[in-house]
């Protein structure tokens, strides 16, 4: 036991928690699996000037850049609109599931271009909500942003970071939001260099390691979901999770 925990140590000292996670995994096998993302929050006062990389716009794109994109939000009676956010809709999630949303209070945004969407994001004010398995609560004043996408056609046109920093702007002004706040993965670096561009910050990390059907979660972060009660805890997971 102590050679073990000598070893974790030293894992832990020359690689840091990824160390440990790679080991676990490759010990575990099917057993293992783990989700680890960053904790953004937005920090711009006012909307910065998004320039599209010229040296990557396809056709579509410049197109699509020629003109200001027209920002719209989504409401349960523009069923067109939901029909065609459930046709692009990059991780396949199925329309009820979309309506569902809308019933409970979610708020969908997307940009569109000649009456297309080229993009689309969702947000949920002054509220709780589950993610992973587990509750995240959200303060007086602040908004949690997920499920945005940009359709592939169009990426890297600076199309997702307007979206966002309208969203933004807008919800800040018309619910009185200060704290805007949002989970990416963390080996997904194309949207990280996408809200980088609108000045979002990382605060902290949140994720889960899962071994033999425990699952361990954590949430750091001094400024991650200042009122979310439990951070660090090991639950049990159920059946439909996998
Ligand atoms: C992440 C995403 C929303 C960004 O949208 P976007 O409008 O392309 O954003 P940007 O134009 O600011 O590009 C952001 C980064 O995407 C990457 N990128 C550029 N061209 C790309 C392309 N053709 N295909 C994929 N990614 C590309 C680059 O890293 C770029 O950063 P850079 O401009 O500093 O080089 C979009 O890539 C997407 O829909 N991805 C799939 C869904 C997803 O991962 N959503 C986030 C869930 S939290």
Redesign the pocket.
């Known amino acids: 036991m102590a050679h073990i925990l000598k070893r974790a140590l030293e894992v832990l000292r020359t690689e840091g928690p990824p160390g440990i996670v790679h080991r676990l995994a490759h010990l575990c096998g099917r057993h293992f699996s783990s989700i680890h993302m960053l904790v953004l929050v937005s920090s711009f006062d006012s909307l910065p000037d998004i320039v599209?990389?010229q040296d990557?716009q396809t056709q579509a794109m410049k197109r699509a850049l020629a003109t200001p994109l027209d920002f719209k939000q989504v409401l349960l009676s523009d069923e067109q609109e939901i029909d065609e956010l459930t046709e692009l809709d990059?991780w396949k999630y199925p329309k009820s599931l979309t309506l569902d949303k809308l019933r409970e209070g979610w708020i969908c945004f997307v940009a569109k271009k000649d009456d297309r969407i080229l993009?689309c994001a969702w947000v949920v004010v002054n509220r709780d909500f589950d993610l992973l398995e587990r509750p995240f609560a959200l303060g007086p004043g602040e908004a949690f942003y997920w499920r945005?996408?940009?359709v592939?056609s169009?990426?890297?046109?600076?199309?997702?970071?307007q979206l966002m920093a309208h969203i933004v702007e807008q919800v800040g002004r018309e619910r009185s939001i200060t704290r805007h706040i949002t989970l990416?993965?963390a080996s997904?670096?194309?949207?990280q260099?996408?809200l980088a561009?609108i000045a979002w910050k990382v605060v902290g990390r949140a994720g889960y390691v899962e071994i033999f059907g425990m699952r361990f979660q954590y949430l750091w972060g001094r400024e991650a979901f200042k009122d979310t009660q439990k951070r660090f805890f090991l639950h049990r997971v159920h059946q439909s999770s996998h």
Do not use: W
């Open positions: 599209a990389r990557k990059p993009a945005g996408f940009c592939p169009c990426r890297g046109g600076g199309i997702f970071p990416v993965l997904n670096v194309a949207v260099h996408s561009k």
